[in-house]
């Protein structure tokens, strides 16, 4: 998701968005997780499991397994060895089909789910496969390694026995002693809180619609959507206790880089104030219906660039150009804003809006 890297630090863009017609076979999805839910990253907690059979079993067993940093791959390596006395899900026959399945938190989105193949018929379970993830050693240390154990049923429902949570900050990577294989008694599941649909901030902003910025001219002229970026409240944090944040905008349909417009970085808070106003021209009374002004806000380190939310701002009418687009998606807060800002022209329109999950539209060049 580094395509960040040129400066475009200018506040004002001009293009007619009648030009920039783009066909939605453009738009890609660049953010990992279905936007169809906003649980992509739930603090200390995996939102799977509330898409399985939980709670009903109980919890019993062990699972031996190693963790290991390959500072030449820059690779943390997981190896599961197997697991013992598991809970049986088939009680006449007393045996489960279980697998295991690991995530890095409280960022699971980023780092995916890595999961072993599922062995049938036993509750003893032995695997000895080695899950990877990718990833800078200092930024393992900001996360929690979590192994849960499931069973899945032949309808490929799962059913949660048991999870090991270790905490990567204070791991000792240096003992030798923790590289050898241990075994660990799975636990039942720490945070029901996660049924709650994570908070990922808020941002607060204006905007105002001036139909005919140069008064005096004889010919119709289009008009101008100012966006103003205040501030961001109670943002996440995913590395730990840090955080470099800034608002990317783009006005959909046009994915062009010259589309873009972002603010500065704001580093070490979670409640960042941008105070950074956006200028795009070229609107006509009836792009008005067809565009959506698309925030997202990122947290920047290094040479990455993390999707922490974002709002859609439009009619959120599913169509734009007469084309169907899956980023016409406005909740009713967002529709309510750009409504506002259409029907009071040369008027700012302020809001506080909660940031949520999208699917992003790639840049085109």
């Not at 499931?150 to 048991?162: A, C, E, M, P, Y």
């Not at 294989?181 to 039942?188: I, Q």
Request: glycine share 6%; charged share 25%; aromatic share 8%.
């Amino acid at each position: 998701m580094s395509d960040d890297r040129e400066t475009d630090t200018a506040s004002e863009s001009s293009y007619q968005l009648s030009r920039h017609k783009k066909s939605p076979s453009s738009l890609t999805n660049l953010s990992s997780s279905s936007g169809m839910t906003s649980l992509s990253s739930v603090s200390g907690s995996v939102m799977s499991v509330y898409s399985g059979d939980f709670g009903n079993l109980e919890v019993k067993g062990n699972i031996q397994f190693a963790i290991e940093y390959v500072e030449s791959l820059k690779e943390l390596h997981v190896f599961v060895a197997q697991c013992k006395d598991l809970a049986a899900v088939d009680v006449k026959k007393q045996r489960s089909d279980p697998y295991v399945k690991a995530y890095l938190l409280p960022d699971k989105g980023k780092m995916g789910k890595k999961k072993t193949l599922v062995v049938k018929k036993t509750l003893n379970p032995v695997y000895n496969e080695i899950l990877r993830y990718k990833i800078e050693k200092q930024i393992l240390k900001t996360q929690k390694l979590n192994l849960s154990v499931w069973h899945r049923d032949t309808f490929k429902r799962n059913s949660f026995l048991g999870e090991v949570e270790l905490d990567l900050e204070t791991w000792d990577w240096d003992n030798k002693q923790n590289k050898q294989l241990r075994w660990y008694p799975l636990k039942r599941k720490t945070a029901p809180v996660a049924l709650e649909a994570e908070n990922r901030g808020e941002m607060k902003l204006a905007l105002q619609y001036v139909p005919e910025p140069v008064p005096g001219k004889k010919l119709p002229t289009t008009g101008e959507v100012h966006i103003w970026v205040k501030e961001c409240l109670d943002l996440p944090l995913l590395r730990g206790s840090h955080l470099n944040s800034f608002v990317k905008c783009t006005i959909l349909p046009d994915t062009s880089r010259k589309s873009r417009q972002k603010t500065r970085a704001v580093g070490k808070t979670t409640n960042p104030i941008f105070n950074h106003t956006m200028v795009y021209d070229g609107f006509r009374p009836e792009d008005l219906m067809e565009a959506c002004v698309e925030l997202t806000v990122w947290d920047h380190y290094k040479l990455t660039n993390q999707f922490l939310g974002g709002l859609r701002i439009g009619f959120g009418t599913g169509k734009s150009y007469g084309t169907e687009v899956d980023w016409m998606d406005s909740t009713s807060e967002e529709v309510a804003l750009w409504e506002k800002m259409v029907n009071s022209p040369n008027t700012w329109i302020e809001a506080t809006l909660p940031l949520r999950m999208l699917l992003i539209a790639k840049i085109s060049k």
